[in-house]
């Protein structure tokens, strides 16, 4: 590797430094935990601030796996932090989770509760919480009902609850209408206590059937995939903290790899940055993103590694299907994220240096789609002359982007050839699943 130029070198002592920084001021693996990281959502923060504060509203924020909805919801604590009074609390779901588990969980959070008024010398061998629980709630399970009647009776009046479900996807469809039935109960009743739902999904609908009978109470958040002004602001932030700078190139690379996923923003940033600090800069260029790739591909999650591996395996050498999905995750698509068989001639062409016309390749797009050992990778909509694609797991379509450029020596050159600078100049329309833009 080369070294940096001179006068700026880092000694070792900085070098050292620097590393264990650009580990803290990155968070690939992990969500956003305080606001000195967290870029952007501003309308979403606004939105969620108003439901939190307005009597009788709840939240349901949505969104694709990845988009940054656990780090959002993760913040709100810090964002109230000087309002005296605020409790929040976090409760994961699980599939194995009932309506009754997930809610004797979160009581046992609530230090009210917790908190037992009076001693009781008679627990039963039984945790204080859980004898307590029992002697409000005599019959098992809890219903809706039960919810009201002990946030009202047991919370002080001196301060409000904020209880965040995350991954309420993961539970069973009757299990998460009762969710709706309590937002109603507690909305009805004007009780202290906002509930924020948080899960994967592409809208409402598809979290609660029932929402309209909380339409009224409940406000609806989606989070889009990120934007490129806020996935660039991750890299500010993270390089502001390291007092490190990046060339305008090496940043919008790094943008347009993410794809509207900040999980590869911290990713390729992090790995750019480490390799920056090897070489003694504090500057990163286009070579680290280079160098960053290939390391951000051995970080990558192994869901991402095992999809891409089954979708373009093959017993033959020199197939096509390695390009193909190439093409597929760098052809122009509409702003629900799908494209036509026509749209992948020409990355095609590109990629592989040759002119390809689509019967060359739609046997590839039509084994992406219906054939099982492949995953299947793509997904496909309409039919005879309008069939359109789109990946079934968007944040594989980054994944795809590296694992291509992977291969090739990141220059002007390539940038010229894959038409890079012609895809960063294009405006967000170009990120996937836009339809998740529209507030529900
Ligand atoms: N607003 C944000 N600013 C900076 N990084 C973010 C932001 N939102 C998400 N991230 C990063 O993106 C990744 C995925 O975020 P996460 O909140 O876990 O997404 P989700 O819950 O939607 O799956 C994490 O690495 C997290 O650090
Ligand atoms: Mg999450």
Redesign the pocket.
């Known amino acids: 590797m080369k070294a940096g130029s001179g006068v700026s070198e880092l000694s070792d002592h900085d070098q050292t430094r620097l590393r264990v920084l650009a580990g803290l001021a990155f968070?690939?693996?992990?969500?956003?935990d305080s606001k000195k990281?967290?870029?952007?959502?501003v309308d979403e923060m606004r939105r969620a601030i108003r439901g939190i504060t307005a009597r009788g509203r709840h939240l349901m924020m949505y969104?694709?796996?990845?988009?940054?909805?656990?780090?959002?919801?993760?913040i709100f604590k810090e964002l109230f932090d000087e309002v005296p009074g605020m409790r929040f609390f976090k409760i994961n779901c699980t599939s194995d989770d009932g309506f009754d588990d997930i809610w004797r969980r979160a009581f046992r959070e609530i230090p009210a509760i917790v908190e037992c008024k009076g001693e009781d010398d008679r627990l039963d061998g039984k945790s204080a919480i859980e004898y307590r629980l029992e002697q409000l709630i005599s019959d098992s399970p809890l219903c809706p009902g039960d919810i009201r009647r002990v946030i009202q009776n047991e919370c002080q009046d001196d301060f409000e609850l904020v209880l965040i479900f995350?991954e309420f996807d993961r539970l069973a469809e009757h299990e998460r209408a009762l969710f709706a039935d309590t937002i109603k109960d507690l909305s009805d009743n004007s009780v202290k206590i906002t509930i924020v739902l948080?899960g994967?999904a592409r809208d409402v609908v598809e979290l609660i059937d029932e929402h309209e009978s909380i339409k009224r109470p409940l406000v609806q958040i989606s989070?889009p995939p990120?934007a490129r002004d806020?996935l660039g602001?991750?890299i500010d932030?993270a390089t502001n903290a390291l007092r490190m700078t990046i060339e305008k190139n090496a940043r919008d690379l790094i943008v347009f790899l993410s794809q509207g996923?900040?999980?590869y923003?911290?990713?390729l940033g992090q790995e750019s940055a480490l390799a920056a600090i090897d070489c003694r800069r504090r500057n990163i260029r286009l070579e680290d993103v280079e160098a960053g790739i290939q390391s951000a591909l051995e970080e990558s999650q192994e869901s991402e590694k095992t999809e891409y591996h089954k979708a373009i395996q093959s017993q033959r050498k020199n197939t096509l299907y390695g390009s193909v999905l190439l093409a597929c995750a760098m052809a122009p698509s509409d702003e629900r994220g799908f494209f036509a068989s026509a749209d992948v001639r020409e990355p095609m062409s590109r990629i592989t240096g040759r002119d390809y016309d689509i019967p060359a390749f739609s046997k590839h797009l039509k084994d992406f789609t219906e054939d099982a050992d492949r995953g299947p990778v793509l997904e496909k909509t309409g039919k005879e002359k309008m069939i359109r694609f789109r990946f079934r797991n968007p944040m594989l379509r980054p994944y795809v982007i590296l694992k291509g450029l992977a291969k090739e020596r990141i220059d002007g050159n390539l940038i010229d050839r894959i038409g890079l600078e012609k895809m960063l100049n294009q405006r967000d329309e170009l990120l996937l699943f836009p339809e998740m833009n529209q507030q529900g």
Not at 63 to 74: D, I, P
């Open positions: 968070s690939p693996g992990a969500p956003v990281l967290f870029a952007g959502r969104g694709q796996r990845g988009v940054g909805k656990t780090s959002l919801a993760t995350d948080v994967v989070l990120m806020e602001e991750i932030r996923f900040p999980h923003t911290h990713l």
